[in-house]
């Protein structure tokens, strides 16, 4: 078992920034490959960003491309995710998760893939 908190999310004006933050607890942290994805009112939930176990490979949606980067800190059990550049399309509750990794490059986009999800934390970017 895996337990993800997620964290720093909040009001942001556009072009502006923030920094999410996930930590685990439980199973060993550095097994695990992660990713953050994201959903807005009346929206599917969709990819982000993901990262492998060693956090040498990762992998973003094309819309973030540029403007969010993802990375880890494995001694602090942490994900993070940030965030510049932000538009009010960025808007959505943002979800950490993590899945088993088989190699140390692996990263996965596919939600239905993953293992634990945290509980969400808002992101709102107002115009």
């Known amino acids: 078992q895996v337990q993800l908190v997620e964290s720093g999310g909040g009001l942001v004006q556009a072009g502006g920034s923030l920094r999410l933050s996930c930590t685990a607890s439980g199973r060993p942290f550095s097994e695990y490959a992660a990713g953050w994805f994201r959903q807005a009112p009346g929206k599917e939930r969709e990819f982000v960003a993901a990262?492998?176990?060693?956090?040498?490979?990762?992998d973003y949606a094309d819309l973030v491309k540029g403007r969010f980067t993802i990375s880890r800190d494995n001694a602090r059990n942490t994900i993070f995710l940030r965030m510049n550049s932000l538009t009010p399309e960025d808007t959505a509750v943002y979800y950490c998760?993590?899945?088993?990794?088989?190699?140390?490059?692996?990263?996965?986009?596919?939600?239905?893939?993953?293992?634990?999800w945290g509980q969400g934390t808002q992101v709102t970017v107002s115009s």
């Open positions: 990262i492998s176990r060693s956090g040498g490979n990762t």
């Open positions: 998760a993590v899945i088993y990794g088989d190699t140390f490059y692996y990263t996965e986009v596919r939600d239905v893939a993953y293992d634990y």
